[in-house]
């Protein structure tokens, strides 16, 4: 494609992205599918600026508003190729010729606002920090709350892409020889710092199609979000509950833990995912897992299975803020419930799970947000209503779970891309009481 061709398809997509109700990456995924004309150079060149404009959008909006012009698709990638880019404002203004697949020409206001542009970079003094750090304004007090002095130098660890990083299934492989067989195979990988099991990737292969990640040897997971499945401390021969299972991939971390022995039922709202989730635990060699749909936090299986489990994940819907550096569009759009919705529904799960945990259990908390309110918060709040259960702090947690000793001497673990360089994990676990005596009226009827 020529350079006109590709800010063209840019702007089309930024405008898609826009309108289309629901995440960024489905709707990039969607459109090369349905262009499959477009050469695999290209459309990481367009995916790549897609998600730069993304990453930048407070800031190039900024720029935009100081010019009193519409923030338009057209005048999104002006902005990204001239501020943001360094571009020589005339060339970029050339690619707006009308010629084959390339822009039609600039109106009057685009001309302007080139003219204007010209010689501006991205970041200036007069920028708001939030805008800096492309914070949005619903988010920017209990960041704010939450990270104090370092809010800053966090959120500006929230823009940049995150890495690739692997689990390396230990059901069908070891961290050494899965590493040695991609490096052999021309994919660089290191081990992370703190997972046992993880490997970084260095730039963006197509792990997929490696066979390691065909035959379930490896999985895609960040590494945050392995040690929230690994603190769940799920051993052989436990009874364990995945509540929000999701897509499965703590799920599948806590199943290798447990060397196939014992049960974990995962159970979701969501059956579809569910059933989807089966195809990776048949690939992993994962037979320990069940898979159950439930209504939600009242359904009556809970009831009937209270207090039989040793340990239970709660990884609870959340805003996700800690996912930023992969979803950059979430800051700025509200695709599912909002806050308000979340901090209450984060809570009633919170204590329907605690009935399923049995005397000397464990029940663990877990978020990809890195907002107060719903992390240490409502773990506070927790305890307060649910006296029977105290906290395992992670100094004791840590060496009996992961090993070694653990990032910080906090009672929760609390991971930030800046100190950690994972995306943002919160993670807490709480043991109920030994002396509590199990409810003659619970089965294990399914």
């Not at 367009?46 to 057209?74: D, K």
């Not at 009057?108 to 970041?123: F, I, M, N, S």
């Not at 070891?174 to 040695?180: G, H, I, N, P, V």
């Not at 022995?261 to 897992?289: C, E, M, P, S, Y």
Request: aromatic fraction near 6%; proline fraction near 7%.
């Amino acid at each position: 494609m020529t350079p006109g061709a590709r800010l063209q398809t840019t702007i089309e997509l930024l405008d898609l992205v826009g309108a289309e109700p629901r995440p960024a990456d489905a709707t990039v995924s969607q459109f090369f599918r349905n262009r499959r004309f477009i050469g695999a150079k290209d459309r990481a060149d367009i995916a790549q600026a897609v998600y730069r404009a993304l990453r930048r959008r407070a800031r190039l909006g900024w720029w935009l508003g100081r010019y009193e012009h519409p923030a338009t698709a057209r005048a999104v990638a002006i902005a990204d190729q001239i501020a943001g880019e360094g571009r020589d404002a005339d060339a970029v203004a050339g690619l707006f010729n009308g010629g084959k697949f390339a822009p039609m020409p600039l109106d009057d206001g685009e001309r302007k606002l080139v003219r204007q542009l010209a010689g501006h970079t991205l970041d200036h003094p007069d920028m708001p920090d939030a805008v800096r750090v492309e914070v949005p304004a619903w988010a920017e007090p209990s960041l704010r709350a939450t990270l104090g002095s370092r809010f800053a130098v966090e959120a500006a660890a929230l823009i940049p892409a995150a890495s690739i990083d692997l689990r390396v299934n230990a059901l069908k492989t070891t961290r050494e020889a899965a590493s040695k067989q991609l490096i052999a195979d021309g994919i660089q990988v290191s081990p992370t710092p703190l997972s046992p099991f993880g490997l970084r990737v260095v730039g963006r292969p197509s792990i997929m199609a490696h066979p390691l990640y065909r035959d379930g040897a490896i999985e895609i997971q960040d590494e945050g979000s392995q040690l929230v499945a690994l603190l769940v401390g799920a051993q052989p021969g436990h009874q364990v509950v995945d509540l929000c299972a999701g897509a499965g991939g703590k799920t599948l971390a806590m199943a290798a833990s447990m060397e196939n022995k014992g049960r974990v039922i995962a159970t979701d709202v969501l059956d579809g995912r569910l059933q989807r989730a089966k195809l990776r635990f048949r690939r992993a060699g994962a037979h320990n897992i069940e898979t159950r749909a439930i209504t939600g936090e009242t359904d009556p299986w809970i009831k009937r299975h209270k207090q039989r489990f040793d340990r239970v994940l709660v990884d609870a819907p959340c805003t996700g803020t800690g996912t930023w550096r992969r979803n950059p569009d979430m800051r700025w759009r509200q695709l599912g419930p909002g806050l308000e919705t979340l901090v209450p529904l984060q809570a009633r799960l919170l204590d329907s799970a605690a009935r399923l945990v049995k005397p000397g259990g464990r029940l663990a908390y877990a978020t990809c947000s890195m907002l107060i309110d719903e992390n240490a918060a409502q773990i506070e709040g927790f305890l307060a209503r649910n006296p029977g259960f105290r906290v395992v702090p992670l100094s004791e947690l840590w060496p009996a779970t992961v090993g070694g000793t653990p990032p910080r001497n906090e009672p929760y673990l609390s991971l930030t891309p800046a100190q950690d360089d994972t995306d943002g994990f919160f993670t807490a676990v709480v043991e109920r009481n030994p002396a509590v005596t199990v409810d003659e009226a619970a089965t294990s009827d399914d």
